[in-house]
């Protein structure tokens, strides 16, 4: 027999995920043009980023579109992996890109793409600011 405690225990929760379970999805992205002087700007140590969208689609869970403007022998983080496949587009500067273990040196015009949970890093091998665009997403 259940007490009055954990019977109110047990009605709460039971409340709280009726809410969760009727509450309407997040918005989807809307088809959009993002100017580079609207994109989301956020200055870091290792250089500048740009956020140009976030959010779910009608086909991903989620998307990520942003840029980076990596300063010279930086590296935003170390090698890393994450659940978004990610693809990613050298536009300017030179760079190594380490993927699943092998480093290869890049330039303008390399793609690279990360499969699901493979491991991958860039670092800036130029004496200059080098830029790349970068596209992550997950499916529904």
Same mark, same amino acid.
């Given at each position: 027999? @259940?007490?009055s405690?954990k019977?109110?225990?047990?009605?709460?929760?039971?409340a709280?995920?009726?809410? =969760?379970?009727?509450?309407?999805? %997040?918005?989807? =992205?809307?088809s959009?043009?993002? @100017?580079?002087?609207d994109?989301? %700007?956020?200055?870091? %140590?290792?250089?500048?980023?740009? =956020?140009?969208?976030?959010?779910? *689609?009608?086909?991903l869970?989620? @998307? *990520?579109?942003?840029?980076?403007?990596?300063?010279?022998?930086?590296?935003?983080?170390?090698?890393?992996?994450?659940?978004? /496949?990610?693809? =990613?587009?050298?536009t300017?500067?030179e760079c /190594?890109?380490?993927?699943?273990?092998?480093? *290869?040196?890049?330039?303008?015009? *390399?793609?690279?793409? %990360?499969?699901?949970?493979?491991?991958?890093g860039?670092?800036?091998?130029?004496?200059?600011?080098?830029t790349?665009?970068y596209?992550?997403?997950?499916?529904?």
């Amino acid at each position: 027999m @259940l007490t009055s405690c954990k019977r109110r225990t047990l009605l709460q929760t039971l409340a709280g995920g009726l809410l =969760l379970s009727s509450a309407s999805p %997040a918005a989807e =992205l809307p088809s959009e043009l993002v @100017l580079v002087k609207d994109a989301k %700007a956020r200055p870091q %140590a290792f250089g500048d980023t740009r =956020l140009f969208l976030e959010g779910q *689609t009608g086909q991903l869970k989620s @998307l *990520t579109v942003g840029s980076l403007q990596l300063k010279p022998g930086q590296a935003p983080h170390p090698p890393h992996t994450h659940p978004e /496949e990610e693809v =990613l587009l050298v536009t300017e500067g030179e760079c /190594e890109i380490m993927l699943e273990g092998k480093t *290869t040196k890049a330039g303008p015009g *390399t793609v690279m793409f %990360a499969a699901s949970n493979h491991l991958h890093g860039i670092t800036n091998t130029s004496r200059s600011p080098m830029t790349f665009y970068y596209f992550k997403y997950l499916g529904k």
